[in-house]
């Protein structure tokens, strides 16, 4: 086929553009996205090739190799991967698959992507990275049964295809450095960068030089494996540091901080697995970025790269969760489908389901400041299971914090304390959901309260009034919304009788209002609204009309 120039799609033109132009610092990730595509490419085939060996065409010894040229100024990637044929190349090298660029363009801006480019491998923009440090590239790939193309483009508005003649499977990536990243074609440069970034990768990357035999004068060309291919989460636990495993985290999550949580295990019986999981402090950007409601753990059989797709390894609740789970117990050669509905995966779901919140509720006993920090941030989110995972219910509730009528505006209390404060003769979990404090703390519903010393739970989470009646009761004790239905105590029989006439009176003044009832629930007001115990809470009726309802 004839040469080609096509245009690159006007998002990734915007988004070439803030790549070249702002981001200075932090370029070396370029490396780290260009392998991980790599090996990417590499577990694909291999994984396809589990069906079908054809695919392979015997070569199967996966590497990954790099090579500097001093001379022509250019670094080159290469792997057996999968490779690309020509319409691949252009849906992936000259679109951005992922959608919502536009979204992304606009938040690339709010999270200062200058300041955190390890953003950007989050976007599937990786490939994109290249154009940071260099000025021209050019990736010559085939895939199998597919002629070998070539793809150059100097990063702006457009690029051009044309024919190669590569005969094995796999891609080649050539960086003509720019002139002030020719640090890159440094040997040592390069290996401290794979070291950081790619140490435990699975496949072998390798360095390529050439070297004069000191006494023939021969040049020849020298490999050197430069990564120790040591995946982590098979090393034992006490020979890995707070830097291995923070690095790895970081790979992994595209997060920039430190995991507040860090989760190692061999899981031994009835299932074996080996699990490495972190929970993270802080929101990743791509958690801000999109509400996908699904986990995503890396799922390895038997060291091989399954997928990070798979629905029934984790909650969705727990899916801020990172991290890996490698079973040998799996079948390897089954496609994923059959995979998916594998039971182990069910009781590799329950294992580490009970690890993450048993190291949830560790971290509430023995560091609450950062549980603090990831109870602010997880908390909306972990809450759901209270609707979807009866079993772990309690467990899920013991992890909550609410403001009470009891604390100062911003500190917590929990339903284990809630209950210990409880005067014997207090039946019920007190609660009122609403906006925010200050709307609520001077309500009506709490006068009562307030005057018999009763601990109210003030709710402002906006998943709360949603997600809380869901729980029912805890420890045995009723959970009630105090500005629903009746509340204890009220036996106002004699009274009604004598305010009969009064009562029909407001009745029929109040159009609309179901019921007209004494209360001694107030102390200071003269009249309060309450709904029925199975009425919608009027916050959330507040909140439908709002969003259109
Ligand atoms: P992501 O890796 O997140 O999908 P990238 O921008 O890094 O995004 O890469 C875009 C796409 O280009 C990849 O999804 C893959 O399909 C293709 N690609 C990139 N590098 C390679 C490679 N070395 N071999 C095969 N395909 C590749
Ligand atoms: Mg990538």
Redesign the pocket.
């Known amino acids: 086929m004839a040469e080609e120039t096509m245009q690159f799609k006007t998002e990734l033109e915007q988004l070439l553009h803030l790549i070249t132009h702002s981001l200075y610092s932090h370029r070396e990730v370029f490396l780290r996205?260009l392998i991980?595509?790599?090996a990417?490419?590499i577990d694909k085939v291999r994984f396809e090739g589990l069906n079908n060996e054809e695919i392979l065409e015997g070569h199967s010894d996966w590497k990954i190799t790099l090579k500097a040229d001093e001379e022509a100024k250019t670094l080159t990637i290469s792997?057996n991967?999968?490779?690309?044929s020509r319409e691949?190349v252009i849906e992936?090298?000259g679109t951005i698959?992922h959608s919502g660029t536009k979204a992304f363009l606009a938040k690339a801006k709010e999270a200062d992507l200058e300041n955190n480019p390890e953003l950007i491998?989050q976007f599937?923009?990786?490939?994109?990275a290249s154009f940071m440090v260099a000025d021209d590239v050019t990736v010559v790939?085939k895939a199998h049964g597919a002629d070998a193309v070539k793809w150059e483009s100097n990063g702006t508005g457009e690029f051009t295809l044309s024919d190669a003649d590569k005969t094995e499977r796999g891609?080649e990536?050539t960086l003509h450095l720019k002139e002030d990243a020719t640090e890159y074609l440094n040997e040592w440069t390069i290996k401290s960068t794979v070291k950081k970034f790619s140490d435990f990768l699975e496949h072998p990357v390798v360095l390529l030089t050439t070297k004069k035999d000191e006494e023939t004068e021969v040049e020849e060309e020298v490999e050197e494996q430069i990564n120790s291919q040591k995946a982590i989460w098979l090393r034992p636990k006490s020979e890995i540091t707070d830097e291995e495993y923070g690095e790895f985290y970081k790979h992994i999550s595209h997060d920039t901080n430190s995991p507040a949580e860090t989760i190692h295990y061999n899981a031994e019986g009835a299932i074996e697995f080996k699990a490495l999981l972190f929970i993270p402090e802080h929101k990743p950007f791509d958690m801000m970025m999109n509400n996908d409601p699904k986990s995503h753990l890396n799922l390895y059989v038997q060291r091989v790269f399954i997928g990070n797709d798979f629905e029934n390894l984790l909650p969705g609740y727990l899916r801020f969760v990172k991290g890996v789970v490698d079973s040998s117990d799996l079948p390897l050669n089954v496609s994923r489908e059959i995979l998916q509905e594998n039971p182990m995966l069910d009781k590799i779901r329950k294992n580490l389901t009970s690890r993450v919140l048993k190291t949830l509720a560790n971290l509430k006993k023995t560091d609450y400041k950062e549980f603090e920090i990831f109870h602010e941030n997880f908390s909306t989110i972990l809450k759901e299971g209270l609707q979807s995972d009866w079993e772990n219910k309690e467990k899920i509730a013991d992890l909550l914090l609410f403001e009470s009528t009891n604390k100062e505006a911003g500190e917590k209390t929990c339903f284990a304390d809630y209950v210990e404060n409880m005067s014997d003769d207090q039946e019920e979990i007190l609660y009122l959901a609403g906006e925010n404090r200050a709307s609520i703390e001077n309500s009506p519903y709490l006068e009562k309260f307030k005057a018999d010393g009763k601990e109210v739970l003030l709710m402002i989470d906006p998943i709360d009034d949603f997600v809380i009646p869901q729980l029912m009761e805890y420890k045995g004790k009723k959970l009630k919304a105090v500005n629903k239905g009746d509340i204890d105590g009220d036996d106002l029989k004699e009274e009604e009788k004598e305010f009969e006439g009064y009562i029909g009176y407001a009745k029929d003044l109040l159009n609309g209002v179901k019921e007209v009832k004494l209360t001694s629930r107030l102390k200071d007001s003269a009249a309060v609204l309450v709904g029925d115990e199975m009425s919608m809470s009027p916050h959330i009726e507040e909140m439908m009309r709002r969003m259109g309802q």
């Open positions: 996205e991980s595509n790599a990417d490419a792997d991967g999968i490779g690309m691949q992936n090298l698959a491998g599937g923009v990786g490939f994109y790939t891609t990536i």
